[in-house]
């Protein structure tokens, strides 16, 4: 593992023949010189070691798996000890952690093994526990079970070597548990008990045939086992080579980590194929730790036997796995038309649920034309519709000040018209002129005291129209600028009911378009997507001498991509700031530089450690997603944590 957390991991299927033990040498150290790097290259030529760490053949892959009753044959066995001990040497220049599958004796008995190798050492052998031996699989003719064998050796060439299904591997810093084939497809899998024994890693040494749908049930089960053991997770399976008397082995090599594929290889080859990919072990870890359940009960103990390699040192080059830049909003087409769906109707459904549980049948919500509120607004409507009250019970507000544009003034009268609530228009631009008349403010200064007067105001506005209508203030901020601090205290800060508090700006364009691609009514779409086309502000200083908007949000705080970027890799993962600028620079290569994310990422600590009073009090609000800014449900920090070790961190970079 290198010092951002990475483990590079290759899953390979090779072209083998059955039986021929010396050609299937050949190609698994083949895959080992194409991805293993070798010390004595990188040393002498200063090469950056960003080969694999692990290397991970299918099962029996020395022999092959079809060998059928040759198994029992003793020529065959023999020789596999001898190649086994040839494969080991051949290895003695490299560094990964080399899993290859070969048929081994051991007192009396033939087991179907995983043979642990690095360096030139065979380091331990791991046998298969569950052996199938239905319709096309008949492994009991032939080999035992090694469930329950635990503290025991075997005996390969002059030497002993730990064997058993208790035993871990650590290899730069991560540990590395194995499985065989049938193993993952068993109701209690040896990879959860590896797993919670602390296995960072599982491999899995496999012969899976071609079946109609067995593919697609294949990648549903790796993706449940590294999901629910919060791991990462390399399938190798035979392939190219293997008998197709009764069956097709097509090489599945597949990498998956906490519940996703990282990578697979294309089927129905007739050539060698491999995977690799970057695991990100310390996201893993994270995790673990913060999901406390994970280690419930008692756990499993394990022999760990070390490799002798350390960790990798500093990462050079691009990782091997897909940084998203923009982690809270999903890919295009269905994908993302179902997290919208999902997203919008948690929201409707619990502002359903607490004006069920409240009895209110009328909301105020203040309207700016901005990508907010009119969320809000449209998810109000649907939980009206939800409930089956009428929309007019939705007091919608607009409350144009000194910086309000005629783009966004007339495009929320067009939503609040064509939704059918009812809308009302309350300038507060003399309300406000009294306040600073009150207070002793110049109006010709415009400063903090300036701008949140007026949002302070807006708020009054509504919570009092809510009073008088016997109703609730509906907040509309959005989980960015709660982490930004980007809202005045005890102003657009406050409502009784934040329907977008988990909802992050990213997101909530995506969710606004979404829901206006869905609109029949053409004046509505129209307006709706003028507004996702809108740049984003709180329109508290007077516009431009064209009567455009002057004050852009991102101008000040910052692109809101990165801050949702910096945001989730913090809160999901607990990232260090050197660790979240690296991960930046590969995700928005060739959009941001290293100076400008360095300098919002400094923004970002400063504001979000400064900014923590205003989270300390938040009203109510539904979380829809896995990172959350709430004082009750997840997020607890005190309003006074200092900032200064993740600014220091920062000023390194």
Not at 77 to 82: A, I, K, Q
Not at 467 to 489: I, K
Not at 497 to 513: D, E, F, I, Q
Not at 595 to 613: G, Y
Request: contains cysteine; hydrophobic residues 35%.
């Amino acid at each position: 593992m290198n010092d951002m957390g990475f483990f590079r991991v290759t899953a390979a299927s090779p072209l083998v023949r059955i039986a021929d033990l010396g050609y299937n040498l050949h190609q698994c150290t083949d895959v080992l010189k194409r991805e293993g790097t070798c010390r004595d290259l990188a040393e002498e030529c200063e090469l950056p070691r960003t080969q694999s760490d692990l290397i991970v053949y299918p099962e029996l892959s020395l022999t092959a798996y079809t060998c059928g009753d040759l198994f029992h044959n003793e020529q065959l066995l023999d020789s596999t000890e001898d190649y086994l001990l040839r494969f080991a040497d051949e290895t003695k220049e490299y560094d990964p952690l080399i899993f290859i599958g070969a048929p081994l004796r051991r007192r009396g008995q033939l087991y179907n093994c995983a043979v642990a190798v690095c360096r030139g050492r065979i380091l331990a052998v791991i046998p298969k526990t569950f052996l199938p031996n239905y319709n096309e699989f008949y492994e009991k003719r032939w080999f035992a079970s090694g469930a329950g064998i635990k503290d025991e050796s075997i005996t390969i060439g002059d030497g002993e070597v730990p064997f058993g299904t208790d035993i871990l591997l650590r290899h730069k810093g991560v540990l590395v548990g194995a499985e065989i084939c049938e193993d993952v497809w068993v109701p209690m899998p040896p990879a959860e008990r590896l797993a919670r024994g602390g296995a960072d890693v599982v491999v899995n040494l496999s012969a899976t045939d071609e079946l109609i749908g067995k593919h697609d049930y294949l990648l549903d089960l790796l993706r449940g086992v590294s999901a629910r053991c919060r791991c990462g997770y390399v399938y190798a399976s035979a392939g190219p080579g293997e008998s197709s008397t009764d069956a097709l082995y097509a090489g599945n090599a597949i990498i998956a980590e906490d519940g996703r594929i990282l990578r697979q290889s294309p089927r129905f080859t007739l050539e060698t194929q491999t995977v690799t990919a970057d695991l990100d072990i310390s996201h893993l870890r994270h995790d673990r730790m913060h999901f406390e359940t994970f280690y419930e009960g008692e756990r499993p103990r394990f022999r760990i036997i070390n490799t002798g390699a350390q960790d990798t040192g500093t990462f050079r080059g691009k990782p091997l796995c897909f940084i998203d830049p923009h982690p809270f909003v999903p890919g295009e087409g269905p994908r993302r038309d179902e997290r919208c769906r999902e997203v919008t109707s948690i929201q409707t459904g619990a502002l359903a649920q607490r004006l069920r549980a409240t009895g209110c049948r009328n909301l105020a919500v203040g309207i700016s034309g901005g990508l907010d509120s009119t969320l809000a607004l449209l998810i109000a409507c649907r939980a009206f519709d939800l409930l089956g009250l009428p929309r007019t019970g939705i007091h919608a507000i607009s409350m144009p000040g000194f910086g309000t544009t005629k783009r966004t003034h007339s495009n929320a009268a067009t939503i609040m018209r064509r939704l059918g609530v009812s809308h009302h228009e309350i300038p507060i631009g003399d309300a406000v002129m009294q306040h600073f008349h009150d207070i002793g403010h110049d109006p010709s200064v415009h400063d903090v005291t300036y701008e949140n007067s007026q949002a302070r105001e807006r708020t009054q506005i509504l919570m009092d129209f809510a009073n008088r209508a016997g109703g609730m203030v509906l907040g509309t901020g959005d989980l960015s600028e709660l982490a930004l601090g980007w809202c005045t205290y005890n102003a657009d800060h406050m409502s009784m009911y934040g329907v977008n508090c988990s909802v992050p700006k990213t997101l909530v364009r995506h969710l606004v378009a979404w829901m206006a691609n869905a609109e029949e009514d053409e004046e509505l779409r129209r307006a709706l997507f003028d507004i996702v086309d809108t740049p984003v502000s709180p329109e508290l200083l007077p516009a431009d001498d064209k009567g455009d908007i002057a004050q852009k949000t991102e101008d000040l705080v910052g692109p809101y991509e990165l801050h949702d970027f910096f945001l989730y890799e913090m809160l999901r993962y607990g990232s260090s700031p050197k660790k979240i600028y690296r991960l930046a620079l590969h995700a928005f290569a060739g959009g941001y530089p290293g100076d400008v994310i360095k300098h919002w990422l400094k923004t970002f600590i400063r504001r979000f450690f400064n900014q923590q009073f205003k989270r300390s009090c938040l009203p109510d609000g539904p979380k829809t997603g896995s990172v959350s800014l709430s004082p009750r449900a997840d997020w607890r920090m005190p309003s006074d944590a200092t900032s200064r070790l993740w600014l220091e961190e920062a000023d390194k970079l």
